[in-house]
């Protein structure tokens, strides 16, 4: 069993930065793709960034692009959404999902329990 656990939301005004973490713990041999996403109220969860391949590649929404950026150690298992210049509109519970294998070599898609992000205007 893999566990994620999200940290680093908070209420900030427009134009503040927020520095996102997640660790993933439990029977994890490997981790190769991790993924930022979030919900806001009455919406559907909605992709924001991730890092693929072991963290060969990047990509993000459109709607984040040039202001979040996401990082990982593979190492420490653990992962970063850095945000920059935020938006009231960026307002929502951040997920955080990893996709690896265990220890004994079996596929495993988690997620974590969501951190609050609240920007004001």
């Known amino acids: 069993q893999v566990q994620l656990v999200e940290s680093g939301g908070g209420l900030v005004q427009a134009g503040a930065s927020l520095r996102l973490s997640c660790s993933a713990s439990g029977n994890v041999f490997r981790i190769n793709d991790l993924g930022w996403y979030r919900q806001a109220p009455g919406n559907q969860r909605e992709f924001v960034a991730k890092s693929t391949q072991g963290g060969v590649y990047t990509n993000y929404a459109d709607s984040v692009k040039g202001r979040f950026t996401i990082s990982r150690d593979n190492a420490k298992k653990s992962a970063w959404l850095q945000m920059n210049n935020l938006e009231p509109e960026d307002t929502a519970v951040y997920y955080c999902?990893?996709?690896?294998?265990?220890?004994?070599?079996?596929?495993?898609?988690?997620w974590g329990q969501g951190t609050q992000v609240t920007v004001s205007s």
């Open positions: 999902n990893v996709e690896g294998f265990t220890r004994d070599l079996r596929e495993y898609n988690s």
